[in-house]
């Protein structure tokens, strides 16, 4: 039986600009190549989980708008349950601009009819039993807080993506069973900017978790290092896990399906050794493709690099 999955998060309309340099201030600069698709961590995180064998409801808000009408058909089309994806009266759908360069992004969002999701939202989509949450940053800060405590009261374990960068209040909320910045979430969460010296590079990287730990309560703290790989810190304990090498096109949702990947797989199974390798080569193939959704590899891709 498929874990059920709850995700609460952010859903936007992406564009995606291809650009052979950022261009200064007050430079114009032609785009090589543009298009527009699905994205926003809480809905790339859905889809993921969807994708690699979770039963996934998502919680969110679009716009009463063109774009809002096709993330809710895209997000189906994915079997994905939107029962409890809502419209705002007020605002447009959320909004982000992706500057791509030459295998690097640059990301602006606009939160737009994500800053209107409500408590009662929330309230309503933990009316049907789920086996865990998934959570990221990419929504207003009382509305994280409130869902994190609806999962805690109900005994429902949740995984906290804590992106995008932010000091985000952690003693606010209750333990989580999983919480996984990148360096940069890491460094703005800690102060400490990781870095790895040959003679004990992930001596820091244990420092970085201890403080995320004291500081949220998780279980386990599970670094996403990007080309330097993962780091899983647990009762005192750091392993360092390998990167895969790969031609970075796009890292727009590589973390994104690192999170997504990692939370199927420890629900389903239970075992965080495999989850952790499991979303190091999800995450690394996601970085292979252009684009946010459209890049997340199949359940099959992933199982062949594990084996």
Request: a negative charge; one cysteine or more.
């Amino acid at each position: 039986m498929s874990a059920r999955i709850l995700v609460v998060g952010s859903i936007n309309m992406d564009l995606l600009l291809l650009t052979p340099r950022i261009p200064l201030s007050g430079e114009t600069l032609v785009s090589e190549e543009y298009r527009f698709g699905p994205g926003g961590k809480g809905a790339n995180q859905a889809v993921a989980c969807a994708m690699l064998g979770g039963d996934v409801t998502f919680a969110g808000k679009v716009g009463a708008d063109d774009f809002g009408l096709q993330l809710r058909r895209s997000l189906f089309s994915k079997n994905v349950n939107i029962d409890h994806l809502t419209a705002s009266k007020e605002k447009p759908s959320g909004f982000a601009v992706i500057l791509l360069e030459d295998g690097n992004n640059r990301i602006i969002s606009h939160l737009a009819a994500n800053s209107e999701l409500t408590k009662t939202d929330i309230d309503r989509a933990f009316t049907r039993p789920y086996d865990g949450m998934v959570i990221n940053f990419e929504l207003p800060q009382e509305i994280v807080i409130h869902a994190c405590w609806q999962a805690h009261t109900r005994g429902i374990p949740y995984i906290l993506d804590a992106g995008p960068a932010i000091d985000f209040p952690l003693e606010k909320i209750p333990a989580p069973l999983i919480i996984s910045p990148n360096e940069t979430e890491a460094a703005v969460m800690t102060g400490i900017e990781p870095s790895f010296r040959e003679s004990n590079p992930y001596a820091q990287c244990a420092y970085i978790s201890e403080v995320l730990r004291k500081r949220s309560g998780a279980v386990h703290v599970i670094l996403k290092l990007g080309e330097h790989g993962a780091y899983h810190y647990h009762d005192g304990q750091g392993v360092h896990y390998p990167p895969h090498t790969v031609k970075a096109i796009d890292p727009t949702a590589a973390g994104d399906v690192f999170t997504a990947a990692m939370a199927v797989q420890y629900l389903n199974h239970g075992d965080i050794p495999r989850a952790v390798r499991y979303a190091n080569i999800a995450g690394a193939l996601t970085a292979t493709r252009s684009g946010a959704q459209g890049s997340i590899p199949t359940a099959s891709m992933i199982e062949e690099l594990l084996r």
